[in-house]
């Protein structure tokens, strides 16, 4: 591929998205994007990764997904770079769903899509283990950066205020899986 008199390449372009994401430019990155289908590289596996992985580490998890579906071949680096770029963006729920969407294609994970849900289940098990050593405050915290809540979280800080004699926040906290179009279960009750 000819760049500015340059030859560029798939390897070239796999840099390129790394520096691109290291420095979160995102603008540039997305221009690199366009590029890709514009020299006839939005077939290949690797660059497609490497754009995955740039629009993960930029924050962009809408466009990270966009891409993945739109690849023609997902190996287990793309998968597990999906599943990191959602745990890293503080969305356990989606990496969780991921990882099992990758085990219904019969692909085993790697490394690094281990450490990803991994991370993700810690993101659930730090919010009991700070209520649990009596810091409700530090479980209140970790549950309000997380972006994809689902039942599971809210039945962990429900159950944790409420056991920490905190009832008028675990009604809070109930009332707020409405607004995430969340029914609330026997667990929730239970808290």
């Given amino acids: 591929m000819l760049f500015r008199g340059?030859?560029?390449?798939?390897?070239?372009?796999?840099?390129?998205?790394?520096?691109?994401?290291l420095l979160g430019d995102l603008a540039s990155g997305e221009w690199f994007d366009n590029y890709i289908t514009e020299s006839g590289f939005h077939r290949n596996v690797f660059?497609?990764?490497s754009s995955?992985?740039?629009?993960?580490?930029?924050?962009?998890?809408?466009?990270?997904?966009?891409?993945?579906?739109?690849?023609?071949?997902?190996?287990?680096?793309?998968?597990?770079?999906m599943i990191q770029g959602y745990e890293s963006n503080r969305l356990p729920k989606e990496a969780f769903d991921l990882f099992f969407e990758m085990q219904m294609e019969n692909l085993?994970?790697?490394?690094y899509a281990m450490v990803g849900v991994l991370s993700a289940c810690a993101s659930i098990a730090l919010i009991d283990f700070y209520a649990k050593c009596g810091s409700i405050t530090s479980a209140v915290d970790i549950f309000r950066m997380m972006k994809g809540k689902d039942?599971?979280?809210?039945n962990a800080v429900i159950s944790e205020l409420a056991m920490n004699g905190y009832v008028w926040a675990t009604f809070g906290v109930f009332g707020q899986m409405e607004k995430y179009g969340i029914q609330p279960d026997g667990n929730n009750f239970v808290g």
Avoid at 8 to 21: D, E, N, W
Avoid at 63 to 72: N, P, S
Avoid at 151 to 154: G, I
């Fill in 6 to 21: 340059l030859l560029l390449s798939v390897g070239i372009l796999g840099v390129a998205f790394t520096r691109k994401q």
């Fill in 47 to 49: 660059v497609l990764t």
């Fill in 52 to 81: 995955v992985h740039m629009y993960a580490k930029c924050g962009s998890m809408e466009k990270a997904l966009q891409v993945f579906y739109g690849m023609v071949e997902r190996d287990i680096v793309c998968w597990s770079a």
């Fill in 108 to 111: 085993r994970p790697n490394c």
């Fill in 151 to 154: 039942r599971v979280v809210f």
